[in-house]
């Protein structure tokens, strides 16, 4: 199954001269990321980068902009989201020897590497993901704060004073009347 936004590039073509590009999503492309993402909508994804080669190594710079429409976590309200985004990726060959389902082991500095088989590599599948991962993962609408306390939930504040030890010995303390 290829991606719903994919803008592939063939590595023969590039070369270590920065080669400029942009790219967007179409309506059914938008509408299917927006399902695989879980989002209400995506109103605009778009992204410029050059595209530079070093022997198998291709390097995009660039920038994602996107506008997308979230649920609220507390509410389910819609929130709206915009995302300017800048990124560095690396495309590497998948290391030989490796199956497409076994990991591999990256470092601190390598998170921003895709691996790529075959002769081209697929830019927008890598915006589309550097889209989702600069979402906020618990967007929250105005309403979500009472709707979570009216279910129970405790802020953020709450919950750090309740795990303090000192709290709770404060709190046994006060039980035991003195």
Do not use: W
Request: hydrophobic letters at 45%.
């Amino acid at each position: 199954m290829s991606p719903e936004f994919s803008r592939t590039y063939r590595v023969d073509t590039l070369g270590a001269g920065a080669r400029q590009v942009e790219i967007a999503a179409d309506d059914a492309e938008r509408v299917a990321l927006a399902r695989r993402f879980n989002l209400v909508a995506i109103h605009r994804i778009a992204a410029e980068a050059a595209l530079s080669r070093n022997g198998e190594i291709v390097t995009a710079r660039g920038k994602v902009s996107a506008a997308v429409t979230q649920s609220c976590v507390g509410t389910g309200d819609p929130v709206e989201a915009d995302v300017d985004e800048a990124f560095v990726i690396e495309f590497r060959p998948h290391p030989e020897g490796l199956g497409p389902d076994e990991e591999i082991e990256l470092g601190e500095g390598e998170m921003d590497v895709v691996f790529y088989d075959g002769a081209a590599v697929d830019l927008g599948e890598a915006v589309a993901e550097t889209m989702s991962l600069a979402l906020n993962p618990f967007p929250r609408s105005p309403a979500a704060e009472e709707a979570l306390r009216a279910a129970g939930v405790k802020s953020e504040e709450e919950a750090k004073a309740e795990s303090n030890p000192f709290a709770a010995l404060g709190a046994l303390k006060d039980k035991l009347g003195k």
